[in-house]
Every structure is written in structure tokens, then in C-alpha cells.
């Protein structure tokens, strides 16, 4: 399965980017979808997860009403909106899927599958 990220960039504190995962290859039905970020010398962090088969969408606390993940089937590609961004929010951000549930969404060992990585930097 190959995971596509695009959208990174460099961005002011206030501003917004839209990340996107591609899966060329891969329908996703009962798996989730979700963003991790990692920032140097800080443990994988999950971020955002949406439910493959019910759409039902997960966030962590921190991102809460800045962030959004949707999908689009027909593309096969999974979105990430970020608004309100924090210099806090600086991470390399991973799209990764699995088969995980509601309750282990946020656990990326779970995960099968991972993108190369995309950069978001916030000052």
C-alpha cells in the first residue's frame, strides 16, 4: 500500500495548510485513516483519524477546533485542514492506516501502513 503526502510548508503563526494522503493503490473500507506528527525529540504523536467505513472522525485534545480530516472515496485520498496553526504544531506529519478501532486510533504502532512524511513548520 502506498500512502502519497503532500501540502507541508512553512506557514505564520495564525495561518492555515491543507495536508493530503493519496492512496493510488488502496481502497480503504473498514480501515481508519489517520495524521501522526512527530517533532524532533518528541515521541509520534496522533493527531486526526477518520473511520474508513463509518466516517466517524478522532482528534487529539490539542487540535481540537483547528483541525479537520475528511475524505474523498472517489480519489481515495484523505485530507488534513489545519487552521489556527501554533509554532507547536511544527512536525514532520505521517498519514498511516491500519485496522484499529475507535479506542486505539491514536496508537500508531497499530498502524500498517505509512507515507514518507510531509514537513509543516509554523513561526
Same mark, same amino acid.
Given at each position: 500500500?502506498?500512502?502519497?503526502?503532500?501540502?507541508?510548508?512553512?506557514?505564520?503563526?495564525?495561518?492555515?495548510?491543507?495536508?493530503?494522503?493519496? %492512496?493510488?493503490?488502496?481502497?480503504?473500507?473498514?480501515?481508519?485513516?489517520?495524521?501522526? $506528527?512527530q %517533532? =524532533?525529540?518528541?515521541?509520534?504523536?496522533?493527531?486526526?483519524?477518520?473511520?474508513?467505513?463509518?466516517?466517524?472522525?478522532?482528534?487529539?485534545?490539542?487540535?481540537?477546533?483547528?483541525?479537520?480530516?475528511? $475524505?474523498?472515496? %472517489?480519489?481515495?485520498?484523505?485530507?488534513?485542514?489545519?487552521?489556527?496553526? $501554533? =509554532?507547536?504544531d511544527? %512536525?514532520?506529519?505521517?498519514?498511516?492506516?491500519?485496522?484499529?478501532?475507535?479506542?486505539?486510533?491514536?496508537?500508531?504502532? $497499530?498502524?500498517?501502513?505509512?507515507?514518507q512524511?510531509?514537513?509543516?513548520?509554523?513561526?
Amino acid at each position: 500500500v502506498q500512502l502519497v503526502e503532500s501540502g507541508g510548508g512553512s506557514v505564520q503563526a495564525g495561518g492555515s495548510l491543507k495536508l493530503s494522503c493519496a %492512496a493510488p493503490d488502496f481502497t480503504c473500507r473498514r480501515n481508519f485513516m489517520a495524521w501522526f $506528527r512527530q %517533532a =524532533p525529540g518528541k515521541e509520534r504523536e496522533g493527531v486526526a483519524a477518520i473511520s474508513c467505513f463509518s466516517g466517524v472522525t478522532y482528534y487529539a485534545d490539542s487540535v481540537k477546533g483547528r483541525f479537520s480530516i475528511s $475524505r474523498d472515496n %472517489a480519489k481515495n485520498t484523505v485530507y488534513l485542514q489545519m487552521n489556527s496553526l $501554533r =509554532p507547536e504544531d511544527t %512536525a514532520t506529519y505521517y498519514c498511516g492506516t491500519g485496522s484499529v478501532s475507535s479506542d486505539s486510533w491514536h496508537d500508531g504502532g $497499530r498502524f500498517d501502513y505509512w507515507g514518507q512524511g510531509t514537513q509543516v513548520t509554523v513561526s
